[in-house]
């Protein structure tokens, strides 16, 4: 079985969410110094990840790209370190956080920066999951 994982990249932190059985499982809050160490460990543990899944944070009116250039750097990075071993992907996540909300909503959960991220960190996977031969 193959599977993905996806970061969500941010300047202190990164959430990790990883593919199990085809479900898009939040995993850890990670600090952006420790990211690729941290995926090293992934990968030793799950031998079997194929692709690396990146969110792409565009503004929604094109007026602050500063994240955005931090995180396309990173992917940059990834792709130097990895790419012969791992596809590795930029996913547009603009609207994941609203989709947070929402969820949190329904669930009767107090809106926690924490939850809200893994939750947003397993919906961009879900939204890859779905549409895999987009990517392929």
Do not use: H
């Not at 932190?13 to 809050?29: D, G, N, S, T």
């Not at 194929?50 to 992917?75: A, G, H, M, R, S």
């Not at 107090?110 to 549409?131: C, G, H, P, R």
């Amino acid at each position: 079985m193959n599977r993905a994982i996806a970061i969500d990249y941010w300047d202190k932190r990164c959430w990790i969410a990883l593919e199990v059985e085809k479900i898009a499982i939040p995993k850890e809050i990670v600090l952006k110094i420790n990211i690729i160490e941290k995926l090293k460990e992934y990968f030793k543990k799950y031998d079997d990840i194929d692709t690396i899944i990146v969110w792409l944070p565009y503004d929604l009116y094109w007026k602050d790209l500063k994240q955005l250039n931090k995180t396309k750097e990173f992917l940059r990075e990834l792709k130097n370190k990895f790419k012969d071993k791992y596809k590795i992907i930029g996913i547009d996540e603009r609207f994941s956080s609203f989709e947070a909300d929402q969820t949190l909503k329904k669930l009767w959960s107090k809106d926690n920066l924490a939850k809200k991220d893994a939750i947003s960190a397993s919906i961009i996977l879900e939204t890859y999951l779905s549409n895999k031969t987009k990517y392929a």
